[in-house]
Antibody, heavy 119, light 113 residues
Framework: EVQLLESGGGLVQPGGSLRVSCAGSGFSFSGYALSWVRQVPGKGLEWVSTISGSGGSTYYADSVKGRFTISRDNSKNTVSLQMNGLRAEDSAVYFC????????????WGQGTLVTVSS | DIVVTQSPDSLAVSLGERATINCKSSQSVLYSSDNNNYLAWYQQKPGQPPKLLFYWASTRESGVPDRFSGSGSGTDFTLTISTLQAEDVAVYYCQQYYRTPITFGQGTRLEIK
């Protein structure tokens, strides 16, 4: 069974940093691209970032480019999103999701971790 | 960026009736070299992550009931639920993956009339 388990969410002040992570199991981790998608509670879905299976290619939404960094450790089956320069508008539930390629559908999703940026 | 627009924003349908949700992309997501439409559909219930229903616009994900169908090509797509069940109450999203950034429609909230 495919499982994606996010962790690391919490409350952070504007301008601060936070790192969220996602641990995968039940599939060949390095064979799949992994993405972060966020959702303000009660609102729609916004793609944030994707990393290829090898980690050699990364992609970012314009809204986070230069502030967020995605990375993965295939030896530990984890993907992380380092978020710097956080703004109130970054507050959302952050989902980790798995797809067959770097631009594809997202077949499996974690339960999400809530990030709140507030003073 | 490819803008994806769904209609309607919300929909109320009686149990056992048909529900239809539309999705329109700002440019074609049909890739001529493989003749595939780079569009997916998701269902999201309260407190849960999205669940994949269809990819390639009409390929049903394993386990999705056959009362759900996806259709369309180019820029215009439709998700149809042939006979609405109570468990189908959810928000439905379409997503294009023709080009990065992948983009989602704003969602359609489906309720029971």
């Amino acid at each position: 069974e495919v499982q994606l388990l996010e962790s690391g969410g919490g409350l952070v002040q504007p301008g601060g940093s936070l790192r969220v992570s996602c641990a995968g199991s039940g599939f060949s981790f390095s064979g799949y691209a992994l993405s972060w998608v966020r959702q303000v509670p009660g609102k729609g879905l916004e793609w944030v970032s994707t990393i290829s299976g090898s980690g050699g290619s990364t992609y970012y939404a314009d809204s986070v480019k230069g502030r967020f960094t995605i990375s993965r450790d295939n030896s530990k089956n984890t993907v992380s999103l380092q978020m710097n320069g956080l703004r109130a508008e970054d507050s959302a539930v952050y989902f980790c999701a798995k797809g067959p390629s770097s631009s594809s559908w997202l077949a499996d999703w974690g339960q999400g971790t809530l990030v709140t940026v507030s003073s | 960026d490819i803008v994806v627009t769904q209609s309607p924003d919300s929909l109320a349908v009686s149990l056992g009736e048909r529900a239809t949700i539309n999705c329109k992309s700002s440019q074609s997501v049909l890739y001529s070299s493989d003749n595939n439409n780079y569009l997916a559909w998701y269902q999201q219930k309260p407190g849960q992550p999205p669940k994949l229903l269809f990819y390639w616009a009409s390929t049903r994900e394993s386990g999705v009931p056959d009362r759900f169908s996806g259709s369309g090509s180019g820029t215009d797509f439709t998700l149809t639920i042939s006979t609405l069940q109570a468990e189908d109450v959810a928000v439905y999203y379409c997503q294009q993956y023709y080009r990065t950034p992948i983009t989602f429609g704003q969602g359609t909230r489906l309720e029971i009339k």
